[in-house]
């Protein structure tokens, strides 16, 4: 019943473009027409049990017969298979590459619930899981400038990684109104880049917070590597603790931490980012998001990439800050730069496939692979986008036309 099912799939989900399946017992068929700007993929089957795994819920059951093997991309890359997918399938026009059974819809609906509490244990847990599994990995995929691993900026111009990340953290600078001598607190600081280029740039003192150990300590060498010692501080440390210190900060920046906050801390979060903001200080909040309403976190993301993650609609957002009353003052929507960027680490991956084999395994390559490829397409063809979000208290705080971001 499973292959009649996924022939039923493929044929409505693959127009342009051609996808051969050459399923386990021999037998080959090809879905789609060529088209310019669509790949030509061919996939190979090894057991009977594919079609099904897909069929039940076609994100985790391609990815997960992808990574043990039982998938096979015979002609293409795996970038190609699921740009395929998605390119059929746009979220502007209304598409999706397919949502999982009804059963595995309230199993995973169920189980996101849970996840979503994300409090101090569990937040440092679910942090380790992706941060703590090594930094070679991060070496050999991101920028060797500024070590980040969010999105990139890329004005027109702009080619080449390091580039657009410099420009990215020029960007968000801009709109901090950075003033010499400003206490700024980066929230999940990652591995220092955003702290150094401050420090460097700004003539500012900056604190950093994560919950990887991993990080805190490459990002305290990187530190004192730029020579900013002394103006830079990083701490193992969680911004519920922060806040409850009673310090206070002139500008806070955080940069691809909010997607691991989780729903059910939203208000928390706004609510010890109020308390810790100075009365006339800016904040810049840049995290993924998405075009629609709010939703949950699919189970491939949540299983092997981010568990506890949740990517906001910009509408709970919003809703979760108005309420501690801090000013949304600007918003950025960056819709095709995170793409860009990601396609750019998929790039390095596959450059350094044998490196990155000899550190794990094929398994993990391809599922490393996958996450990749399915976010850089996610971003060119899904529902989801980049949001900058410029905060205030205090309405004085920042001239009343946007030219001083010209100036910055």
């Known amino acids: 019943m499973s292959r009649p099912l996924l022939d039923r ?3 409505r989900g693959v127009r342009q473009g051609r996808l051969g399946v050459v399923f386990a017992d021999g037998s080959a ?3 789609g027409e060529a088209a310019e700007g669509f790949p030509e993929i061919v996939i190979r089957f090894t057991d009977e049990r594919v079609p099904r795994d897909i069929v039940l819920d076609p994100r985790l059951g391609a990815a997960e017969a992808f990574i043990e093997g039982r998938l096979v991309i015979e002609e293409g890359d795996v970038m190609g298979l699921v740009s395929l997918l998605r390119a059929n399938n746009p979220w502007d026009k209304g598409g999706d590459i397919g949502p999982p059974s009804a059963l595995k819809r309230l199993v995973n609906r169920a189980s996101f619930a849970a996840e979503q509490i994300n409090n101090r244990v569990g937040a440092k847990k679910n942090v380790a899981h992706h941060y703590d599994i090594g930094n070679d990995l991060y070496a050999l995929m991101l920028d060797p400038e500024h ?6 900026y890329w004005p ?3 080619t080449t990684l390091g580039e657009a990340q410099g420009a990215k953290l020029a960007h968000i600078a801009a709109k901090l109104a950075l003033k ?5 607190l980066d929230i999940g600081c990652g591995w220092g880049g955003m702290a150094i280029h401050l420090a460097k740039h700004h003539d500012v003192r900056v604190t950093g917070i994560t919950l990887s150990e991993e990080q805190a300590a490459l990002a305290r060498q990187r530190v004192r590597d730029a020579g900013v010692a002394d103006r830079v501080t990083i701490l193992l440390e969680d911004y519920r603790d ?3 210190s009673g ?5 806070i920046v955080s940069v691809g931490m909010f997607e691991h906050v989780g729903r059910a801390q939203f208000e928390t979060f706004f609510r010890a980012c109020a308390t810790m903001l100075a009365d006339d200080g800016v904040m810049l909040l840049h995290t993924i998001g998405r075009f629609g309403g709010p939703g949950t976190t699919d189970a491939f993301t949540r299983k092997y990439i981010f568990p506890g993650g949740y990517i906001p609609a910009l509408s709970e957002t919003l809703a979760a800050s108005e309420k501690v009353r801090l000013i949304a003052s600007d918003v950025e929507t960056l819709r095709l730069h995170y793409a860009k960027t990601i396609r750019a680490w998929y790039a390095n991956c596959m450059a350094h496939r044998d490196a990155i084999v000899a550190l794990y395994d094929g398994s993990f390559f391809r599922m490393w692979t996958f996450y990749l490829a399915g976010a850089a397409t996610v971003f060119e063809n899904g ?3 980049n949001y900058q979000i410029q905060y205030v208290r205090s309405r004085h705080a920042l001239p009343i036309t946007r030219d001083y971001l010209l100036k910055g």
């Open 147 to 152: 070590w980040q691993y969010s999105c990139a």
């Open 9 to 11: 799939f493929l044929t």
């Open 383 to 385: 529902g989801m986008c």
């Open 156 to 158: 027109e111009g702009v």
């Open 29 to 31: 068929r090809t879905y």
């Open 180 to 184: 010499p001598g400003n206490e700024v």
């Open 242 to 244: 922060t806040a409850a």
């Open 247 to 251: 310090r206070r900060f002139d500008r």
